[in-house]
C-alpha cells in the first residue's frame, strides 16, 4: 500500500534553512504529482507547493514563494521541501500527499504521510 | 490568497443531518469542478472523503455527499454518528493556479 514518510523536521531559529524529505512506497512514484502541505499550532490546513510527476512544473502559495523550494527525486522515490529564510509562522506539521490521478494534477490527496513537525523559534 | 469561509463549528445529534458551507469568490472556485473535502481527526492525516465537488472516493461511507453552487460548496453528512465528530475541510483549485483550503469547521455529535 502507499506509504509516505515524513522526516527532517525540528526546531530552528528564525532566518535558518531547513529540508524536509518525503520517502515514497507502495506506487510509482514517478507518475504522480506531489504535494507539501502544512498545519500551524491550532489552525487549519494551509496548501504549500505542488510539483508535477516529472519536476518541470512547481506552484507555490504566495506565504512561501521565493522562500521554499519543492524538488524530487524520481531515482529515489523521494520529495523534498528546502526551507529558507524560515519565520516563525512557517511552526507547522508538514504532510507530504499524493496526488490521485497519474501523469496530471488533480488537486485531490488520497494519500497522506503522518508529517513532520517544523518549529521556528529562537 | 484568501482562504475559503466555513464555519467554525456545526453541530448535531446522532442521526441527524448536518451541512457545512464552504464560501469563495468567482476566482477561488473559477471555472473548475476542483472542490474537495478533507476529514480531519486531531493527531491522525486527514481523509479525503469527497473530490470534484461531488465524488465519493471507494470507502467512503454513502452518508457524505455534497454539492456546488455558485460560490458556494456544501458538504453534507446524514445520518450522524460519533466517528463523525471531527474537523472538516474544503478545499479548491483557483485560477491563480494554486490550492485553497477553507479554515475548518469543528464538527461536534452532541
Known amino acids: 500500500q502507499v506509504q509516505l514518510v515524513e522526516s527532517g523536521g525540528g526546531v530552528v531559529q528564525p532566518g535558518r534553512s531547513l529540508r524536509l524529505s518525503c520517502a515514497a512506497s507502495?506506487?510509482?512514484?514517478?507518475?504522480?504529482?506531489m504535494n507539501w502541505v502544512r498545519q500551524a499550532p491550532g489552525k487549519g490546513l494551509e496548501w504549500v507547493a505542488a510539483?508535477?510527476?516529472?519536476?518541470?512544473?512547481?506552484y507555490y502559495a504566495d506565504s512561501v514563494k521565493g522562500r521554499f523550494t519543492i524538488s524530487r527525486d524520481n531515482s529515489k522515490n523521494t520529495l523534498y521541501l528546502q526551507m529558507n529564510s524560515l519565520r516563525a509562522e512557517d511552526t507547522a506539521l508538514y504532510y507530504c500527499?499524493?496526488?490521485?490521478?497519474?501523469?496530471?494534477?488533480?488537486?485531490?490527496?488520497?494519500?497522506w504521510g503522518q508529517g513532520t513537525l517544523v518549529t521556528v523559534s529562537s | 490568497q484568501s482562504a475559503l469561509t466555513q464555519p467554525a463549528s456545526v453541530s448535531g445529534s446522532p442521526g441527524q443531518s448536518i451541512t457545512i458551507s464552504c464560501t469563495g469568490t468567482?476566482?477561488?472556485?473559477?471555472?473548475?469542478?476542483?472542490v474537495s473535502w478533507y476529514q480531519h481527526h486531531p493527531g491522525k492525516a486527514p481523509k479525503l472523503v469527497i473530490y470534484d465537488v461531488t465524488h465519493r472516493p471507494s470507502g467512503v461511507s454513502n452518508r457524505f455527499s455534497a454539492s456546488k453552487s455558485g460560490q458556494t460548496a456544501s458538504l453534507n453528512i446524514s445520518g450522524l454518528q460519533a466517528e463523525d465528530e471531527a474537523d472538516y475541510y474544503c478545499s479548491s483549485y483557483t485560477t491563480s493556479a494554486i490550492l485553497v483550503f477553507g479554515g475548518g469547521t469543528k464538527v461536534t455529535v452532541l
Open positions: 510539483i508535477s510527476f516529472d519536476g518541470s512544473n512547481k
Open positions: 468567482g476566482s477561488d472556485f473559477g471555472a473548475y469542478n476542483y
Open positions: 507502495g506506487f510509482t512514484f514517478s507518475s504522480f504529482a
Open positions: 500527499a499524493k496526488d490521485s490521478i497519474l501523469y496530471t494534477t488533480s488537486w485531490y490527496f488520497l494519500d
